[in-house]
């Protein structure tokens, strides 16, 4: 597409898809960066949600962060922000008493409303109820000089620089289908609410890392009638890795020596550290879990089954109910449980940003696996042809590591890829401030 004559449209230095966590921080970052210089970086950020909204559905009321509050939006970054954690605390009254506490990991529903308190500070940049549906190239003679973003409103916004912040997808496995009885546990929560007047009697959770123990405690309390059963492949829940030296793999200058590594020194290091991050629990959880499976064996009421070197291989929604055959790695051996519901506890993989990208899709570089090529400043490698940044927050972790998705780096990175941004920015002229619509 080429510009011609119609209607003017501004442009804006950067359009955010997405408004989670990280381009939340961008945003911050941006307001930051426009409160200081002479001359602003423009920006709108666009969110499919109602509202801000971080993981709702798995915000149980004692799950705590396993990111110290340290690494909030901005104090990496800007240890003065008046976007801290810290000054959250005293915005609300809670600072004597979280210090008092003695803890560096908050509740993870206080940790969200940090996250919305800071999001109604920068509310002025954000369309909520806005879905993108599609991404444009915008010419100017050979080169691609502008990115048209399209919503569900059927709005336009002209972008010089698209940094995408979509995501993580709800993983399961392949075959398995989201129904009244078979969810991922990101719908907790709201499904919980749901059967509370069912009076199950079995669960199956599937899965062995933090979330699943979590939603294997919380049905095993809220459903105090029901049997609770947890399947994985492991013989056990295995902790998760938070030593100081093993933690170092967090550290911003571990991201410059991840990229610079060569592939086999990158898959030796995502295996070393992967319990810092992947299928891996609190140890306090781990134990409270025992605690009670013990305890019901001595009482002789077992509510709360560990069905481990297990796998589900069949599992089918008969219509009242879920019949999950499970099946033993070792033996072979087949049990097969009926069940209120079947819960998959089983991770989430990065959202695939090139379909939503269009025509721009090809432009965008892959490595030798397919994966799409990205730039230290966390820029897709795109044709020469292309003018502007397209940023990834996100599907990452095979060129920066595994804080690809993760807090623990966040607010480094919006600010990398804000000076990339600025660094690049082409001299702007007044004929430059608009330009025209193709429509």
Request: charged letters at 25%; glycine letters at 8%; a negative charge.
């Amino acid at each position: 597409m080429t510009a011609e004559a119609g209607e003017q449209v501004p442009i804006y230095d950067v359009v955010g898809v997405g408004f989670g966590p990280s381009n939340l921080a961008l945003a911050i970052a941006l307001a930051e960066h426009n409160g200081s210089s002479a001359e602003p970086v423009t920006a709108h950020f666009l969110e499919r949600q109602p509202q801000f909204g971080w993981h709702r559905g798995m915000l149980i009321d004692t799950a705590t962060m396993q990111v110290s509050f340290l690494k909030d939006l901005v104090t990496m970054r800007n240890p003065t922000s008046e976007f801290s954690f810290v000054n959250y605390l005293h915005s609300v009254g809670r600072l004597v008493d979280f210090i008092n506490h003695k803890n560096l990991f908050p509740l993870r529903v206080e940790f969200h409303d940090y996250f919305e308190w800071a999001a109604a500070k920068v509310d002025d940049v954000v369309s909520y109820g806005v879905e993108v549906t599609s991404v444009e190239p915008m010419r100017d003679g050979d080169e691609i000089a502008f990115f048209d973003v399209t919503t569900s409103d059927g709005g336009t916004l002209r972008a010089r620089n698209l940094v995408m912040g979509t995501g993580l997808r709800p993983q399961l496995p392949a075959g398995i289908e989201v129904g009244p009885r078979i969810w991922h546990n990101n719908e907790l929560l709201h499904r919980v609410e749901r059967l509370r007047d069912s009076d199950p009697r079995r669960f199956v959770v599937v899965g062995a890392g933090q979330s699943a123990a979590e939603v294997a405690a919380l049905l095993h309390d809220e459903f105090p009638r029901a049997e609770v059963c947890a399947v994985f492949a492991r013989y056990g829940y295995s902790p998760a890795d938070d030593s100081s030296f093993a933690n170092r793999i967090f550290d911003p200058e571990a991201v410059d020596q991840f990229y610079r590594a060569g592939e086999p020194v990158k898959d030796r290091l995502m295996r070393y550290h992967g319990s810092t991050n992947y299928s891996a629990v609190d140890v306090d959880l781990i134990d409270e879990l025992y605690r009670r499976m013990y305890r019901e064996r001595v009482l002789g009421t077992q509510r709360l089954r560990l069905l481990n070197v297990s796998r589900p291989v069949e599992v089918v929604d008969t219509g009242a109910s879920v019949t999950a055959a499970i099946e033993s790695l070792t033996t072979g051996e087949r049990t097969v449980l009926d069940a209120d519901a079947v819960i998959y506890a089983t991770g989430y993989l990065p959202a695939d940003p090139t379909p939503l990208l269009g025509e721009l899709g090809p432009q965008c570089a892959r490595d030798e696996e397919g994966r799409l090529r990205v730039e230290r400043d966390y820029r897709i490698t795109t044709h020469p042809e292309v003018r502007g940044g397209i940023y990834l927050q996100g599907g990452t972790e095979h060129t920066h590591g595994i804080t690809s998705s993760l807090l623990s780096n966040t607010a480094v990175r919006v600010g990398e890829i804000l000076a990339s941004i600025v660094d690049r920015r082409a001299a702007a002229t007044p004929a430059a401030e608009y330009a025209i619509s193709a429509h």
